[in-house]
């Protein structure tokens, strides 16, 4: 057995205890220099350690795992998640999706990484990804649908994981349009589609998916917390990755077949019983400048429309939307 599965063996044979340095090293045969270089390892892995100077080591945390072929039979989804690609590592789980949608991968094939070392946001952010503490993954689509109902399936998805999560962890989550998913103002999840196209007819669509599970305060950097959580943060307690992702194949599946069969409209109702940006005075800053209103609804191609101070309607496509400015 490696030395830190020994170390990790004895952590957790003291469950809420402080297990001394000196008490390690003994039983590992290892210097106290060789047990703190384990503890290090421990928390890359995602375990979180407690150490004191004058108790030594108490295990507050353990990441949960994700069995990929466990997944795949935890649900009974006819495509969405049956097909797993589980990887500890990647640099973003859209490219590793793509490359298998350019081969020829079937609809509903996921990706699911441990880690992104250059996971992606929206208008060319970046989104943090450390290794066990949330889910990152990306789903190939391939809807039989124009090129300009992309966007309605980024709604889609948002209806899908927002439905899920409430089930699951029985938190406030609200949709922000077009698709960030926040708890009390501050975002848990993002979403990132992107598409390919050939003859104005989509090729096929990777859904990327970033929702913020087990991470806790020390994972974000300083200028994300007031904007970031996670549901353990929010939830004061962690939650199963497996039991997410199964749970969100079932809606997402359930919800894309009815969008498939009859259209937008049932989605949009969805997305507007969900949203947390309706009927906030909001500025948004749109391609074609800046305007502050507040959005009414969605139109039918999932635009938001958008009432102004002097009661005009307009309808926005693309815009970066600011936080509620009548919130005291
Ligand atoms: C956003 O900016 O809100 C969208 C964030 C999307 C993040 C997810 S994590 C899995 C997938 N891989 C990426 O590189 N990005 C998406």
């Known amino acids: 057995m490696k030395s830190h599965d020994q170390l990790l063996n004895l952590l957790k044979r003291h469950p809420d205890q402080y297990v001394s340095g000196a008490m390690m090293s003994q039983e590992l045969n290892v210097s106290r220099t060789a047990v703190w270089k384990q503890i290090r390892k421990l928390e890359t892995a995602g375990y979180e350690i407690e150490a004191s100077t004058k108790l030594g080591y108490r295990l507050l945390y353990s ?67 450390p290794q066990g503490k949330g889910i990152w993954m990306s789903m190939v689509m391939r809807p039989h649908v124009p090129i300009h109902c992309a966007p309605q399936l980024t709604l889609l998805t948002a209806v899908a994981l927002c439905r899920s999560l409430r089930r699951l962890t029985e938190l406030p989550i609200g949709i922000k349009w077009p698709n960030d998913l926040l708890i009390r103002g501050k975002k848990i999840s993002g979403i990132l589609l992107e598409s390919a196209a050939e003859d104005e007819r989509l090729k096929y669509i990777v859904a990327g998916v970033g929702i913020s599970v087990n991470l806790s305060e020390g994972d974000y950097p300083e200028e994300l917390l007031a904007k970031a959580t996670s549901l353990r943060i929010e939830a004061g307690q962690p939650f199963s990755r497996s039991a997410i992702v199964a749970e969100f194949m079932q809606e997402w599946e359930t919800l894309y077949d009815l969008f498939l069969q009859e259209g ?58 600011g936080e509620p400015l009548n919130r005291s």
């Open 63 to 129: 990441p949960d795992e994700i069995n990929s072929e466990r997944l795949a039979e935890s649900h009974s989804t006819a495509r969405f998640g049956q097909s797993i690609h589980y990887f500890e590592q990647v640099k973003s789980t859209q490219d590793s999706a793509r490359a298998l949608a350019e081969s020829g991968a079937p609809e509903g094939t996921l990706v699911l990484a441990e880690e992104q070392t250059g996971g992606r946001g929206r208008m060319g952010r970046g989104w943090v990804s």
């Open 264 to 321: 937008f409209n049932a989605i949009a109702a969805l997305w507007e019983s969900l949203s947390v940006s309706i009927g906030q005075k909001v500025r948004l800053v749109t391609p074609q400048g800046e305007l502050e209103g507040t959005p009414v609804g969605l139109d039918e191609s999932g635009a938001i429309r958008v009432e102004r101070a002097d009661g005009s309607l307009v309808t926005i496509f693309s815009a970066e939307m």
